[in-house]
């Protein structure tokens, strides 16, 4: 069972073992749609797909939840909230008519036209800028980068134009603005395209940072950093895109969100926290399935907000399990677990902790291209089971 | 004989500086007054005071008389037309009037406005001496006529964004100055409650104030999107200077801006130096009206406020008629340095400062055109020079004894709409609360 494994039946409650009692058959046209989104992530992801058409006869869901992509949930959230709200448009490289250059806003163009959907020239610093100020004069725009790496050209766009303005004008002029786009490490983009950004963004007050794990992480999260009224930087993940999670009932209405600020446990266990974001908690997950077999049980934490920081949830846990490892993607220096370590020292969880906390990274270099070297410069499961295995001494 | 005497009372009034009451008695018939007079005025049909006497009679009988006073408004030139200087064009083929037409009453408010900055300018310079203002202070005195001709040509509902040398605009976009020397003091009493300071002043449609050289420019960009989106009719003026002229995002902002054809005026106000450095030294071309490439743009006297107001006017219209942006040069001065910190004689004469001065002040050259023709009285200006005064004394009276705002207000208005969070202080035991 490796995490690539599209199929495994990711319910958004973990704590539920997989049902794989013998049961009533699908429907003929159920059977198409999952055999078709099988075939997708089989085209996507190769070899490790065949595992899953094997376990698609035990596969079973609750007739209300449906499967969804990462990027499907985006794209049903961009939609909605674009319905809901006139104010809202999106703008961005290649977002209109080429729907997107990870089709994460396909169809959204037919539906709403130029005036919503804005292409823009490879301009980060100006069409990042225009956003805000579009934001200021009365707008609620999304604005795309086609990764977070290229927002490096507009930085001072999104901290002194859009993070510090409410401040500086004490209530004035709010900035309601969403900046959303990849981030992170891809497969094979190599150095100058595969930096975390969540430490650096992180940093500065006045901003709200958002990390969505699963589907419904991104379909709520991204509608309620539409619907704040605050500058959101909202980080998603390309390798996620096309993971399909199973969607709960509730996530399915044009009101679900997924308050921010508030962390998840994904996963119950009494031995060690474990507190990761984004495409890791699949890590995490994989990894405390394995460790579970010899008796360890993990609590999986998904972040899904990096600012403001749910560090009461990481504490409680920490505060069951005596033992915390964070996982990210991220260099180490300054970084999401360096913060995560800071604060647990300063608040009352630090005297439960029967070992320090120990911090699974990305490795301290820019990224290499040779797939050996991209495998061996980000964390993968088994350094995560080491890691819990030496933090618990054992 | 009218006019006679509404011209000598002028030149009186223009020579002493005070009200010329001259009344034409050339009509004027003595009556004999009523036999004992029930109520003699002490005093005043004595002997003693014929001329009392005369008054009185005078008095009694002008109804029959004509009274000249040189203070009335029917005395003044009511309206004018003045030739001003031609703008340079560029992709432009006709460009604004060369004739500007000036009410007294407008008269009046442009140098109102122009003197209330230019004072209220020089109370921060004398603040900032006296270490009540620190930090940061570009001071505006030499341009005021660039904000006042702006402000003249928009409506309030138009949206206005500039750099950091912004206290003008804040003035005319709405804020009084008590609020932004108050805002320069740091008091709770300022515009952004001292949280801002000079840089960081917003009122409604104007969006401050911005420190970042060159970053307003695609925000005014944007804010012109929004006015097309919205559909509302309104503009964006985006200022920016000729040290800002040369940043990129300029033209991916211009570049955008012409693409969706925003409503946007762009307008750099050329004074010559970017901090330090001549416009010669920094800018390939100092042409910076040109600067727009495929945007049209107009060069024009920002020393002369109907100058600025009538190419103002124009920009204005051509970006409602949904022409798309256009640029407007607007060639000016500043007498003070880059800011508090330079004294602004390192990289320019004396002399060089000096001659604008005396010949070409905007304040000056307004009042110059409205004495000439007769469009208001030197007493007049005078009285309002006065009023002024006063106004800016008051505001830096207040500004000097306000409070700084209480330490509570630290942590709050970090978001808006979102409920009260928790701010970490200088040390872990220190927990802050930051409200809305």
Known sequence: MTHSDPYINRSADWSKPTDLGGGSAFSPAEDRLKMAASLKCFLRSGKNAVSALRRREFHRSAPAAVQMTVRDALNQAMDEELERDERVFLMGEEVAQYDGAYKVSRGLWKKYGDKRIIDTPITEMGFAGIAVGAAMAGLRPICEFMTFNFSMQAIDQVINSAAKTYYMSAGLQPVPIVFRGPNGASAGVAAQ???????????????????????????????????????????ENELMYGVPFEMSEESQSKDFTVPIGKAKVERQGNHVTVVSHSRYVS????????????????????????????????????????????????????????????????????NYLDSPVTRVTGVDIPMPYAKILEDHSLPQIKDIIFSIKKTLNV | MQNMLTIISSALCRITGKNVLLIDLSDCSLVQLEPADPNPIPGLSSPTNPAA????????????????????????????????????????????????????????????????????????????????????????????????????????????????????????????????LAELTGRKGGVAKGKGGSMHMYAPHFYGGNGIVGAQVPLGAGIALA?????????????????????????????????????????????????????????????????????????????????????????????????????????????????????????????????????SDPISVLKERMLSNNMASAEEFKEIDIEIRKEVEDAAQFATSDPEPPLEELCNHIFYNSPPLEVRGTHPWSKLKSTS
Request: overall charge neutral.
């Open chain 1, 193 to 235: 395209h595969s930096q975390c950004f969540a430490a650096w963004y992180a940093h500065c007050p006045g901003l709200k940072v958002v990390s969505p794990w699963n589907s419904e992480d991104a379909k709520g999260l991204l509608k309620s950093a539409i619907r704040d009224d605050n500058p959101v930087v909202f980080l």
């Open chain 2, 53 to 180: 006497a005369v008054t009185r009679r005078a008095a009694l009988t002008l109804c029959g008389a004509r009274v000249v006073v040189s203070r009335s408004f029917a005395d003044f030139t009511p309206q004018a037309t003045f030739d001003i200087k031609k703008c340079d064009l560029h992709r432009l083929e006709e460009g604004p009037s060369q004739k500007a037409e000036l009410t007294r009453e407008q008269g009046l408010q442009y140098y109102r406005t122009m003197q209330t900055v230019r004072r209220m300018e020089l109370k921060a310079d004398q603040l900032y001496k006296q270490k009540i203002i620190r930090g940061f202070c570009h001071l505006y005195d030499g341009q005021e006529a660039c904000a006042a001709g702006i402000e003249a040509a928009i409506n309030p509902s138009d949206h206005l964004i500039t750099a950091y040398r912004a206290h003008g605009y804040t003035y005319t976009r709405g804020v009084p100055v008590k609020e932004i």
């Open chain 1, 283 to 350: 890590h995490c997950l994989d990894a405390a399935a394995v460790l579970a077999k010899e008796g360890i049980e993990c609590e999986v934490v998904n972040l899904r907000t990096i600012r403001p920081m749910d560090v009461e949830s990481i504490e409680t846990s920490v505060m069951k399990t005596n033992h915390l490892v964070t996982v990210e993607g991220g260099w180490p220096q300054f970084g999401v677990g360096a913060e995560i370590c800071a604060r647990i020292m300063e608040g009352p969880a630090f």
């Open chain 2, 227 to 359: 006015c097309q989106y919205q559909g509302n009719n309104q503009i964006c003026v985006t200022l920016y200077g000729d040290g800002a002229a040369n940043q990129g995002q300029l033209f991916e902002s211009f570049n955008m801006a012409a693409l969706w054809k925003l409503p946007c005026i762009f307008i750099c106000e050329n004074n010559k130096y970017g901090m330090g450095t001549s416009v010669e030294r920094a800018s390939a071309s100092t042409d910076y009206y040109k600067r727009g490439d495929f945007i049209p743009g107009m060069r024009v006297d920002g020393m002369d406020v109907l100058c600025v107001r009538e190419a103002t006017k124009f920009a204005a219209d051509h970006c409602r008629s949904g022409k798309g942006p256009i640029i407007m040069e607007l060639q000016t001065y500043r007498y003070h340095g880059h800011s508090m910190s330079d004294p602004g004689v390192s990289y320019r004469t004396r002399e060089e400062i000096q001659e604008v001065r005396s010949k």
